[in-house]
Structure formats: C-alpha cells, structure tokens
C-alpha cells in the first residue's frame, strides 16, 4: 500500500523559505514521478510542482515558478520541495503524490493522499 508523509511546514513570515519533504513507501520510488499539490482554506486543490521519474525534466505552476524547485532523492524515497519569496498566498496544506503530466496538466496518479503539512506565510 502506498504511504505518502508529508512534513516541513511550518510559520513564516512572508518573503522566508521552508523546505517540504515527502517521505514515500509501498512503490518504486525511482519509476514513479512525482507532484507536489496544495489546498487553501475554501478551495480546490491545486498543482504545484512536478518532477518526472529520474528527475530530468520538470514543471511548475505559474503562480510558482521562480520560487519554488521540486527535487528528488531516489536513494530515500523522498521528494522535496523548496519554497522561497513565499507569500501570504502561498498559505495552504501541501501534498505529494505520485502524479502524471500531459501538456500543460498534470494530474494526481494513484495512491491515497497523505495527511499533507500546513503552510502558513504572514504578511
């Protein structure tokens, strides 16, 4: 069964940095490429952050990019992501998951979602 434990959140005032991480189980790590999702109070979820399999080739949402860099440790199981100028729109629970991406969409894969880490950016 696919096991997905997100941590690293935390307080920040706007424009610090925190460090998510995604630690995994119950798949094959280094096949499957993973996402990065968030939800805010009061909205859909959301994608954030993308990374393929092996780690060459990525993609961030717009609201994101420049910021944020998602990467990988396939000797762990674990995903990261490292989050910048945040902002106090950025204040959401985080999520990894296995994801898929075709174009401009990527889409959460299988799994169930983990518990996610609170973000949570003052002005």
């Known amino acids: 069964q696919v096991q997905l434990v997100e941590s690293g959140g935390g307080f920040v005032q706007a424009g610090g940095s925190l460090r998510l991480s995604c630690a995994t189980s119950?798949?094959?790590?280094?096949?499957?490429?993973m996402g990065w999702f968030r939800q805010a109070p009061g909205k859909e979820r959301e994608f954030v952050a993308f990374?393929?399999?092996?780690?060459?080739?990525?993609y961030y949402a717009d609201s994101v990019k420049g910021r944020f860099t998602i990467s990988r440790d396939n000797a762990k199981n674990t995903a990261y992501l490292q989050m910048s100028i945040l902002k106090p729109e950025d204040t959401a629970v985080y999520y990894c998951?296995?994801?898929?991406?075709?174009?401009?969409?990527?889409?959460?894969?299988?799994?169930?979602w983990g518990q996610g880490t609170q973000v949570t950016v003052s002005s």
């Open positions: 119950g798949l094959t790590f280094s096949s499957v490429s």
């Open positions: 990374m393929d399999w092996n780690g060459g080739s990525t």
């Open positions: 998951k296995p994801a898929r991406r075709v174009g401009r969409i990527v889409e959460p894969a299988y799994g169930n």
